[in-house]
C-alpha cells in the first residue's frame, strides 16, 4: 500500500498515482460525493476530459470499465471495479459563487477552493480546473433534459477501484456541500487507498 488515508469532510487530497497502481476510493457513510479530477503527470496540461469520456463510452455515468479519458484520446484511468454503479459526469464542482447563484447563501466551503489546495503542491491552478467527476454522486436526466441532483444512491463502504493507465496526478475534493442532496445534507469522511 503506497498511501492509505481517510479525508475528513469536506476535505481534500492529491498526489501522482505510477502507471498500473490502483486509487481506490470508499464511501465509509454511504451518500457522500467525492469530486474528482486527473492529470497526465508529466504533461498536465493534458487533463480528463467528460465530453470525450461520455461520448466513448456512450453513456452520462461512469462504472467498471469505463475509461477517464484525456483531451488527447488518452486513457487516463480505467475504472476496474464499482460496487455503487452511480457516479455523475455532468454536474460539475460547487463553488461559492454557484452555491450563492442556487441558494443565496455567501462564504460556503466548497470544492473548487478544495480542487485549488489539493492542486497548489503541483503547481497548478484555477485554470487547470475543468468539468470533473462525482463518485458516488447521482444527477439523473429526464428525457426533457432536465437534470437534478439526488440522493446518492452509495451505501457505507462502497468503492471505485481506478487503475491508472500512465502516471497520473489525481485530485479529490470530499465535497462540503449542505445545500442540496448530494450529502445527503451532511458531509461525511471517505477512505482514499494506493495500492500497487
Known amino acids: 500500500m503506497m498511501d492509505d488515508v481517510v479525508v475528513p469532510p469536506?476535505?481534500?487530497?492529491?498526489?501522482i498515482i505510477p502507471a498500473g497502481h490502483t486509487l481506490r476510493i470508499v464511501d465509509l457513510e454511504g451518500r457522500q460525493a467525492v469530486d474528482f479530477l486527473c492529470y497526465n503527470a508529466?504533461?498536465?496540461e493534458e487533463r480528463y476530459n467528460a465530453a470525450d469520456t461520455m461520448k466513448i463510452a456512450g453513456s452520462i455515468f461512469v462504472s467498471t470499465g469505463v475509461a477517464l479519458y484525456s483531451g488527447l484520446g488518452h486513457k487516463l484511468f480505467t475504472v476496474v471495479e464499482d460496487t455503487c454503479g452511480y457516479h455523475d459526469?455532468?454536474?460539475g464542482c460547487c463553488s461559492e459563487e454557484s452555491n450563492f447563484v442556487r441558494y443565496g447563501v455567501r462564504g460556503t466551503p466548497n470544492c473548487r477552493d478544495n480542487f485549488l489546495r489539493a492542486l497548489a503542491p503541483f503547481d497548478l491552478g484555477r485554470r487547470d480546473i475543468v468539468a470533473n467527476v462525482n463518485f458516488f454522486m447521482y444527477v439523473p436526466v429526464s428525457p426533457d433534459g432536465s437534470m437534478a441532483i439526488v440522493q446518492g444512491r452509495s451505501r457505507p463502504g462502497d468503492h471505485v477501484d481506478l487503475r491508472?493507465?500512465?502516471d497520473v496526478l489525481a485530485v479529490v475534493s470530499n465535497c462540503p456541500q449542505v445545500h442540496n442532496l448530494a450529502n445527503d445534507y451532511h458531509p461525511t469522511p471517505i477512505r482514499v487507498a494506493v495500492r500497487s
Open 10 to 15: 469536506g476535505g481534500h487530497w492529491g498526489r
Open 42 to 44: 508529466a504533461r498536465p
Open 89 to 91: 459526469t455532468i454536474g
Open 164 to 166: 491508472a493507465e500512465m
